[in-house]
């Protein structure tokens, strides 16, 4: 046998060896178990200093006042850790009447004195939920064990809208502790929900088991465990959830729904309430601070090839305007946006710059998160490309989104945001966020113009109003602002759509910002 | 050899300074905000505010170093922006991962390499030695993600012989905590069952890592023991009636070794730094893993750190590497 044959051998056997490794190794997953991918590792599991992606972990183990109810229809509030609640002092407080019986993981009480402690927390450690209450909230107050009073600053219609993302935390940690429990809530869990931590294995993955005092109770089906497993890759996700190791993919993605239907293993679920598409346009900075120009970027954009690249309809679907059309407040006389290159071209000659001659190069920044955004701005480029206009595309990270565009100067021309427009809540953090001065996501900065002036105004009347019909007017008018002096380009909306085993029963995509994954309301068909 | 060996370990001072001061500033003067980042979406400017002061950002550059520095002379890394919690202590927890897999592929990379390369050069110009070659070209060509991500195509779906990500199946297959080396705990406690399910984890990731680099060594030593076997003294050796065994691992493999060397010494530094793809594609809970979801957090304590830690690695290395010159050739002083 010569030296070569001999080497072969002892490659196949090496090979066959490790793999026999195989049979000694561990089984996939305890049963009774789901499993869910996450982009991203949980680092803080401190639900009130939590805006991180992968911060939907912690509804398992944490409630709130009020919550959505688990339906793939629209947005509808239900008690949760509240049973009931009243409008009290003319709208300028509530009184939350809390549920009893309820217990936190560590063996603590719910009462009026426990979520008055979470309020204050959130204050004291100036927490990143702060930021859903502040100047809002004037004070929580214990009205008796099992009353709570949260005082407004003003009367506030959205607020228990607001209060679905506040998440209230065992006061033992607080009270045992000198720094409010900021410590000990970075690494552990201590809530009223249905899961509690089991074990973290970080980065690879954090686990939760059932909590056999839920004030819910365990009758019917339900998971008992619940894992997440960080995988970044969306092809080695993919893998995963057709291999029956992961039950679930955190989204998606669009270039690998055929294959997902194909697999009859495997099934998508679709949201009721899509994502909408929008690139800000920079009202104070020239030349997208000539109105003109934004119409004719506008008219530039090929809107019904954008919808073709991602998947056509109904996958992606035409919009006109920052809100969901089942939206109460939508304005349904708003213009369908239009692809016309003579007219862009046109519009570039009455502002003084035809076939583009003059204008500086646009930018235009976006974050790479998903695929589709490279396909959206890719269609732009083109479009601008015909009518003279350059276009310089920038992905950046999130972070970096935020720091280009600190103010309008340094501000980019045109940015992209992924916006979550609710169904039937009071859009105030929406209409706040996009368009009112010092909103998160206002690139357009137009409030800060002459003409923008009002916008502030209108978004806290209608904040404020008790009136539904004041309301409504006020909202129609946002919305009227918004379109009729382009202050973004709004290409299409996108349904969210989640790949799943189809042997896991019960999952529904409540719409929301937020990731809302209702494991509690899950099972799995043996 | 002391006075060299004092020398060489003064001069990681500087450079480690050096590095430190550029990536600081590189970190410091990228157009995002971290404290921003931090603090999440939804947070309040006064959230965001008090995480600025926290970190220390809202001071002048220089002091932002000087303070860096102070606390870096105390062994602390500062705190991780993403996690709340010191970066040492993250690194602890990484580090042992990463080094596992590195040193396993690095020891797979000279075991396998070396061997090979004395044995194209042995029986050079015939088909082995042509087989070699080939292979060699063709596996420093492959880009290592993309080799993963094939080997998880390939190996885990469709033939279903191999696991896709992480150190073991499960959080309960990890032996007891000893070391953080999962192979070394599962040895030190008995613990069978982990240390198969380790291997066995451990074997995609290895191919991925080891593959390019393999055929470098394996290149380079064929080249440098053919070297040397064309030398007269390897000449006279056999006509003395030396076996070929002896003449080539006694007479020509020690001369040979230098360059060889060298390159080994880049391979080992290459893959710790080089791991992190690796580490991501499939899931290994290690120092690039971390140091990548830093990254794209913003989180500049750990983007130093890393920095730091994978130099000092380096120059350790080459430290080492450069050491052992006077060891294979007599006629090396180092003054």
Known sequence: ?526 | MLSYLVRRILLVIPTLFGVSVVVFVLTRVVPADPALAAAGIGASQQKVEAIRRELGLDKPLPVQYAYYIRDLSRGDLGISIYSGLPVSQDIVRFFPATIELSLTAFFLVCAIGIPLGIFAATHHGKNVDLVSRVSAVGTTALPTFWLALILQLVFFHKLHWFPLIGRVTSFHMRPEHITGFFILDSLLTGNWASLADTLYHMFLPLVALVAARLAIVVRLTRVCVLDVLSLDYIRTARAKGLSNPRVVYKHSLRNAAIPILTELGMQFSWMLGGSAVVEMIFVWPGLGFYTITALNNMDFNTIIAFTLIVTGLFLASNLLVDLTYSFLNPRIRFE
């Not at chain 1, 509530?94 to 402690?117: C, I, M, S, W």
């Not at chain 1, 690249?309 to 305007?321: E, F, K, T, Y």
């Not at chain 1, 502002?351 to 955004?373: C, F, H, M, V």
Request: glycine letters at 6%; hydrophobic letters at 40%.
């Open chain 1, 1 to 526: 046998m010569s030296k070569g044959e001999n080497l072969v051998r002892i490659v196949v056997l090496g090979l066959v060896l490790v793999m026999a490794l195989g049979l000694l190794a561990g089984a996939r997953t305890a049963e009774n178990e789901f499993v869910m991918q996450v982009p991203n590792y949980l680092q803080k599991f401190d639900p009130q200093d939590n805006f991180q992606m992968a911060g939907f972990m912690l509804r398992g183990s944490y409630e709130t006042l009020v919550t959505y109810k688990v339906q793939a229809g629209p947005l509808e509030l239900e008690p949760c850790l509240a049973q009931s609640w009243e409008v009290v002092d003319n709208g300028g407080a509530y009184l939350f009447h809390l549920r009893p019986g309820v217990t936190f993981h560590d063996g603590a009480q719910l009462n009026a004195e426990a979520v008055k402690v979470s309020f204050d927390r959130a204050v004291e450690l100036e927490l990143a939920k702060l930021g859903i209450i502040e100047g809002v909230v004037e004070s929580v107050e214990v009205v008796d064990e099992l009353t709570v009073k949260v005082v407004l600053s003003n009367s506030l219609p959205s607020l228990l809208y607001r209060l679905t993302d506040f998440q209230i935390v065992s006061p033992l940690p607080v009270t045992n502790s000198d720094d409010w429990g900021k410590t000990w809530y970075l690494d552990n869990m201590a809530g009223t929900g249905p899961y509690m931590l089991d074990y973290r294995d970080p980065p690879s993955a954090t686990a939760l088991k059932r909590f056999d005092d839920y004030w819910g109770g365990w009758e019917g089906e339900h998971f008992d465990k619940v894992r997440f497993v960080t995988v970044t890759e969306p092809a080695t996700a993919m893998q995963m959830l057709e291999a029956g190791d992961i039950d679930m993919l955190w989204s998606a993605p669009v270039e690998m729904l055929p294959q997902i239907k194909a697999n009859p293993n495997l099934e998508l679920v679709e949201s009721s309430a899509p994502s909408y598409v929008t690139i800000a346009m920079n009202t104070t900075k020239w030349p997208t601070s000539d109105i003109r120009i934004r119409r004719a970027i506008s008219y530039a954009l090929d809107f019904e090839t954008c919808i073709e690249l991602i998947g056509g309809r109904p996958l992606a679907d035409s919009i006109r305007g920052p809100l969901s059309e089942s939206n109460p407040y939508y304005e349904d006389s708003l213009p369908w946006p239009e692809y016309n290159l003579e007219k862009a071209r046109q519009l570039l000659t009455e502002a003084g710059n035809p076939n583009g001659e003059g204008l500086p190069t646009l930018e235009l920044i976006w974050s790479r998160s998903w695929d589709y955004q490279a396909k959206t701005v890719q269609v732009l480029k083109e479009g601008l490309a015909q009518i003279g206009i350059t276009l310089e595309i920038y992905p950046l990270n999130f972070a970096s989104m935020l720091a280009k565009n600190k103010d309008a100067e340094t501000g980019a021309h045109m940015s992209f945001i992924i916006s979550y427009p609710t169904e039937d809540a009071i859009p105030d953090q929406l209409m706040s966020n996009m368009m009112r001065s010092g909103g998160r996501y206002n690139w357009s900065w137009f409030s800060s113009t002459p003409q923008g002036g009002i916008v502030d105004y209108l978004i806290d009347e209608a904040r404020f109003t008790l009136e539904e019909e004041d309301r409504e007017v006020l909202y129609k008018q946002l919305q009227q602002i918004a379109v009729n002096n382009y202050l973004a380009l709004w290409p299409f909306k996108l349904t969210e759509l989640d790949a799943i085993r189809a042997d896991v029963k019960g999952y529904v995509m409540v719409p929301g910002y937020e990731k809302l994954v209702p494991f509690y309301h899950m099972w799995k068909e043996r």
